[in-house]
């Protein structure tokens, strides 16, 4: 299958600070890349929706100022965690999207473990 | 809130024992897929049954779709320590790049 990869896959960071996670389709070309997030022991959470070369669609309760994402290509998002705070951590999970056969697949990252101090 | 709902939460087996886990959900949807995730890792997609089809199988893995009743079932036979993970049922609703919805997963425990 497609191979997904993300980037950090875990970083520690003081409350206040930024962090940017990327992730990348690496052997195919993605136009809608999904963010979700997981905390332990739990499902996944739909964050947001990833399109290249237009706006981020979010999931209701969601903040878009916090979480800034951009698709500035078709093989690249980035998860952007502002001002990142001790409730912020969690586990953060990209997907690339393709279709086949009127399928949608969906490809995932190994996931990128946050923990803000 | 979560669309699926999967039953039970967590299930403890001896090797070699059959493993089955079943999933909810409550809208109409084109296609449902069983995903296994390690702890602390990304998922692996499992197999993905469509809409129109009621039984399928992939080695040990045999997962049966009830669009009526709304549920799904993944059974895994024979299983094995290394077969030690979270198992998480996801829909997506119709055709195009939509997302897909999780469900709350089933902790699955084999011991050796």
């Known amino acids: 299958g497609a191979v997904v990869s993300q980037h950090p896959s875990r970083v520690i960071c003081k409350s206040g600070t930024s962090v940017k996670i990327e992730c990348r389709s690496l052997?195919?070309?993605?136009?809608?890349m999904f963010w979700y997030r997981q905390f332990p022991k739990k499902s996944l959470m739909l964050m947001a929706t990833s399109n290249e070369g237009s706006k981020a669609t979010y999931e209701q309760g969601v903040e878009k100022d916090k979480f800034l994402i951009n698709h500035a290509s078709l093989t690249l998002s980035t998860l952007t965690v502002t001002s990142a705070h001790p409730e912020d951590s969690s586990f953060y999970i990209c997907s690339a999207s393709t279709i086949a056969g009127g399928i949608v697949e969906q490809f995932f990252g190994p996931g990128t473990r946050l923990t803000v101090l | 809130s979560q669309q699926g709902e999967e039953d039970p939460q967590a299930l403890s087996i001896q090797e070699g024992e059959n493993a089955t886990m079943n999933c909810s959900y409550k809208t109409s949807i084109n296609n449902l897929q069983w995903y296994r995730q390690n702890s602390g890792r990304g998922l692996v997609h499992l197999i993905l049954?469509?809409?129109?089809?009621r039984e399928k199988h992939s080695g040990r893995l045999r997962v049966t779709l009830d669009t009526s009743k709304k549920s799904s079932s993944l059974l895994i036979t024979a299983s094995r320590a290394a077969d030690t993970a979270s198992y998480f049922c996801a829909t997506a609703k119709g055709t195009g790049r939509r997302a897909l919805t999780f469900g709350s997963g089933t902790r699955l425990q084999v011991q050796p």
């Open positions: 049954i469509r809409s129109n089809e």
């Open positions: 052997d195919f070309q993605a136009t809608t």
